[in-house]
């Protein structure tokens, strides 16, 4: 059975820094993984989509990094801004099915 | 359309009674989702169909829900006798789903269901 974690459950940073938001996947047979972006009470925003043949994805301020073997991916998110505060969560599509890690979630203070 | 749709964005409904959600995928993706998001809570996964096949409904916590999708397109959930556990925003996700490929998801913005 597929398990997602998400390093750290939550995060807060001054406005400007640069970040790193980790997940991690314990059966490495994934078509692909994604990172979402859910701000409270809405649905889920596609961020980032990583083929599983692929290293890692990038669109603007973010870089999605993807290490099939060691069932590792990480989000970097440059000059975060307080508009980017909300619960980013890492999901692995594996077989039928996308597993969904808890999230972390951001906080960027002004 | 442009995106996934699911109406109604918010329910609220009697204990017991019956209750029927929709989505409406993005035009020729195949494949559909159904997930559950309760307060405070992760993604928990209900069932997903390929055309109009539910291939895996695992995920259904009980016998009161059930789900069909028509035509390769809209899908219902369906909740009978709801309770109050059932109370929480209801995801639908959409993908072109290819033979070795997986484009992505798209979720819908939910709907959230009160149980009172």
């Known amino acids: 059975k597929q398990e997602v974690t998400q390093i750290p459950a939550a995060l807060s940073v001054p406005e400007g820094e640069n970040l790193v938001l980790n997940c991690s996947f314990t059966?490495?047979?994934?078509?692909?993984l994604q990172w979402f972006r859910q701000d409270p009470g809405k649905g889920l925003t596609s961020l980032l989509l990583?083929?599983?043949?692929?290293r890692e994805q990038t669109s603007g301020r973010l870089n999605a990094s993807l290490d099939k073997s060691s069932g590792r991916s990480t989000l970097y998110i440059a000059a975060s801004q307080p508009g980017d505060s909300a619960t980013y969560l890492c999901a692995v599509t594996s077989g039928s099915r996308l597993t969904f890690g808890e999230g972390t979630q951001l906080t960027v203070n002004p | 359309g442009a995106g996934v749709s699911q109406s109604p964005s918010n329910k609220v409904t009697e204990k017991g009674k019956d209750v029927e959600l929709r989505c409406d995928p993005i035009?020729?993706?195949?494949?559909l989702y159904w997930y559950r998001q309760s307060l405070g809570q992760g993604l928990e996964f209900l069932i997903y169909?390929?055309?109009?096949?539910?291939?895996?409904k695992s995920g259904l916590p009980s016998d009161r829900f059930s789900a069909e999708r028509t035509g390769g397109s809209v899908s219902t959930l369906t909740i009978q006798r709801t309770q109050q556990e059932d109370s929480a925003v209801y995801l639908c996700?959409?993908?072109?789903?290819?033979?070795?490929?997986?484009?992505?998801?798209?979720f819908g913005s939910g709907t959230r269901l009160t149980v009172v």
């Open positions: 990583i083929q599983s043949s692929q």
């Open positions: 035009s020729g993706h195949t494949a």
């Open positions: 059966d490495s047979a994934i078509y692909n």
């Open positions: 169909f390929q055309g109009n096949s539910a291939p895996d």
């Open positions: 996700a959409s993908s072109a789903q290819g033979i070795v490929i997986n484009y992505g998801y798209t």
